[in-house]
């Protein structure tokens, strides 16, 4: 298992770098100046243009930036923002946790909810049951994050009144304890769920495929002949054996969710990294784009490393290669 993850991470390396230098560059190359941004409808003279460019580095051939950028972070310095004149890295710790906690929360109710759904449609294969459960699979699949979210705000907060439309807590703050804790809570849900339904659909599709698949193999018959009850063959037998694949495909799109929660924080006012990349890209703000970008393409490599020894200890069969 030690060389396992020894040849995972030096394969991961090499992937992340590129990954860091191919942002930079796609970025770099990208129309448009921040500094006519900062500056604004200001007239400002082409002498104090050039000293901003020069403070900022970016009157330097781009090799030359990339060198520089590279090797900052190297020693984890991730840049000064251009619009909000402050580090890079605490612009991004103060937005971490209220992105950690949309994302993981959905995460989370994706998975548990998708491997439920998923269990049941392959127990009831074939039955009505099964064929509204993919029915409403390929609704929810085929829905973008965006667009159901300005419907949920459409009917939950502004048609019922149920829950707030934007934000992370009241404007005038939580209350302390438990009533605090309830009144964040209706602010999650919403985008919670929104970002949660593409891939909430996709592990339901992907944990009833494999679960059919397992059930028809011989070793669950013999366990049904040796007299073994339901809950033991679907849980301890078929569910553990069709987790690979499940598994698999939860560990792939932590980035997706990650990446995709811009446009949900975007839509219901959500304070976290994704909606500062979207502020940072109408902005310009180069160094913040990037310090989002490698750690958005850090999450997707560190993601896909556990998601393999995960795999490799849940089936051993995996190639060691």
């Given at each position: 298992m030690a060389a396992f993850i020894l040849r995972r991470v030096l394969h991961a390396l090499p992937l992340l770098l590129a990954v860091v230098v191919l942002n930079f560059l796609l970025i770099a190359f990208t129309p448009g100046d921040p500094i006519t941004l900062l500056v604004g409808d200001f007239p400002a003279p082409?002498?104090?243009?050039?000293?901003?460019?020069?403070?900022?580095?970016?009157?330097?051939?781009?090799?030359?930036?990339?060198?520089?950028?590279?090797?900052?972070v190297l020693h984890?310095?991730?840049?000064?923002?251009?619009?909000?004149?402050?580090?890079?890295?605490?612009?991004?710790?103060?937005?971490?946790?209220?992105?950690?906690e949309l994302?993981?929360?959905?995460?989370?109710?994706?998975?548990?909810?998708?491997?439920?759904?998923?269990?049941?449609?392959a127990m009831r294969a074939g039955k009505p049951l099964d064929g509204g459960i993919q029915a409403l699979g390929s609704?929810?699949?085929?829905?973008?994050?965006?667009?159901?979210?300005?419907?949920?705000?459409?009917a939950f907060a502004i048609g019922l009144g149920w829950l707030?439309?934007?934000g992370y807590n009241p404007i005038r703050g939580a209350a302390p304890g438990w009533e605090g804790f309830v009144q964040h809570l209706h602010y999650l849900v919403l985008p919670a769920f929104a970002l949660s339904?593409?891939?909430?659909?996709?592990?339901?599709?992907?944990?009833?495929?494999?679960?059919?698949?397992?059930?028809?193999?011989?070793?669950?018959?013999a366990s049904r002949a040796r007299g073994a009850g339901e809950?033991?063959?679907?849980?301890?037998?078929?569910?553990?054996?069709?987790?690979?694949?499940?598994?698999?495909?939860?560990g792939y799109n932590v980035g997706f969710v990650l990446a995709g929660s811009a446009l949900v924080e975007t839509v219901f006012g959500w304070p976290g990294i994704g909606r500062l990349l979207y502020e940072s890209i109408s902005k310009r703000d180069y160094p913040v784009?990037?310090?989002?970008?490698?750690?958005?393409?850090?999450?997707?490599?560190?993601?896909?490393?556990?998601?393999?020894?995960?795999?490799?200890?849940?089936?051993?069969?995996?190639e060691r290669a």
């Open positions: 082409p002498e104090y243009l050039a000293q901003m460019r020069s403070e900022y580095g970016l009157d330097q051939p781009v090799w030359v930036q990339l060198g520089h950028y590279l090797w900052k984890g310095d991730f840049g000064y923002s251009f619009a909000a004149q402050q580090p890079v890295s605490s612009l991004i710790l103060d937005r971490l946790g209220a992105t950690l994302t993981l929360t959905a995460l989370l109710f994706a998975s548990v909810v998708g491997i439920a759904l998923g269990v049941i449609a609704i929810g699949y085929s829905v973008p994050d965006f667009w159901l979210g300005q419907l949920l705000i459409l707030p439309s934007q339904l593409r891939y909430l659909t996709l592990i339901t599709r992907i944990t009833r495929a494999a679960m059919l698949e397992v059930l028809h193999a011989d070793y669950i018959l809950w033991t063959v679907i849980v301890g037998h078929a569910l553990r054996n069709a987790g690979a694949p499940v598994l698999t495909v939860i784009m990037l310090a989002i970008l490698l750690m958005v393409s850090a999450t997707v490599v560190v993601a896909n490393l556990l998601t393999d020894v995960l795999h490799r200890w849940l089936d051993p069969r995996v």
